[in-house]
């Protein structure tokens, strides 16, 4: 158990709709990470988040956006959803910003788009 | 432009045997690298870690990775394979960008087959 969780654990939605994806970071991390992984694209960065500001930009679609709390945990939003946004979202954190700490990955969100 | 390349997709071993995965990075400045293994239907986990210190790097359940940089590589490996080895491996690359923020590139996995 990683520490992170992510919530829901699978979600079934149909084309055009908004869902959220939850994230709560390891307790004391500030940074938070959102991830796309999907067969044919691997595993892309989307977004990071420290402290509650945009830190660093991916490949995020402007369909997509985060946000993070106060209280650290955060939320990624998808809209006007795509077949080919199915794929497994992952929520990682680390304590600082810094690129030479690992990532603390939670076990992800399925998102499937009928 | 930063890129992670990890040579073979499937990779199958022998339990018992050596398991060798290869990674090779480009960086324009000197990376962090970092291994991570995927269990089926779970998160990655982070196996090890460089940040410029010992080349030779000792992760959790026996793996290491040795970084070489005139090879411009970072290969996993672990003496001898177990049952419970069987997973995908992503060799990740971390670097500086001009705004003072880091970028993170994952390789594309090694799914890891062990054979009794």
């Known amino acids: 158990d990683s520490g992170v969780t992510q919530t829901p654990k699978h979600l079934i939605t149909a084309t055009g709709q908004r869902v959220t994806l939850r994230c709560s970071p390891r307790?004391?991390?500030?940074?938070v990470y959102w991830y796309q992984q999907s067969l044919d694209q691997g595993l892309q960065f989307l977004i990071q988040?420290?402290?509650?500001?945009?830190?660093a930009k991916g490949n995020i679609l402007e369909r997509f956006s985060a946000q993070q709390f106060p209280d650290l945990h955060s939320e990624l939003n998808l809209s006007s959803l795509e077949l080919g946004d199915s794929a497994l979202y992952f929520c990682?954190?680390?304590?600082?910003?810094?690129?030479?700490?690992?990532?603390?990955f939670g076990p992800g969100t399925r998102l499937t788009v009928l | 432009a930063q890129s992670v390349t990890q040579l073979g997709s499937h990779v199958s071993v022998s339990e018992g045997a050596l398991v060798l995965l290869r990674c090779n990075y480009s960086?324009?400045?000197?990376?962090?690298l970092f291994w991570y293994v995927q269990y089926p239907n779970q998160g990655l986990q982070l196996l090890l870690k460089y940040t410029s210190a010992a080349t030779l790097v000792k992760g959790i359940n026996g793996f290491e990775a040795e970084f070489k940089k005139s090879e411009t590589s970072f290969h996993l490996t672990k003496p001898s394979a177990h049952m419970s080895d069987a997973a995908e491996y992503f060799c990740a690359v971390s670097v500086p960008s001009t705004s003072g923020t880091y970028k993170y590139i994952f390789g594309t996995g090694t799914r890891l087959k062990v054979l009794a």
């Open positions: 990682a954190s680390s304590v600082g910003a810094s690129g030479r700490v690992g990532q603390y």
């Open positions: 960086s324009s400045v000197p990376p962090y």
């Open positions: 307790s004391g991390d500030l940074s």
């Open positions: 988040y420290y402290n509650g500001e945009e830190r």
